[in-house]
């Protein structure tokens, strides 16, 4: 058994203006779990571009607000307890089209999406949600 406290998780920022943050617990590291777990904070009016998950199926859960994952014209909304699978070769896009904050919880498996981010650079204090 392993505990990450909040306060130690490596948190990302895509490389993008207006873009999330990404809070990284478990998953992409050598040698480490064949699966992951993210938190996405997804600001108000910010987007995350479509992009495919480096080969992991990934469901993704609302925690706070309301989010939408956008594949193509289909658009779906998630809120606190609603989940959306995403398999491995679908491109989707993240946005905040709310007027508070959305929180998403992310499995990943297998973790080679988690490697991806934690490549991507850290997020300043300042953009941590």
Known sequence: MELLKVEDAEVRRPPA??????TVYFGGEEGGPDVGLL???????????????AGSDVILTGLTGRAQIIKGEEVAEIGPGDAVLVGK????????????????????GP????AAVRGMPAAVTSDVH
């Open 17 to 22: 203006p207006n873009s999330p943050t990404i």
């Open 111 to 114: 973790a080679n999406f988690v």
């Open 39 to 53: 938190k996405v904070s997804v600001p108000v009016g910010a987007r995350m571009g479509e992009h495919v998950h």
């Open 89 to 108: 070769e679908e491109g989707v896009g993240l946005a905040n089209p709310g007027d508070e904050v959305a929180e998403v919880l992310v499995a990943v």
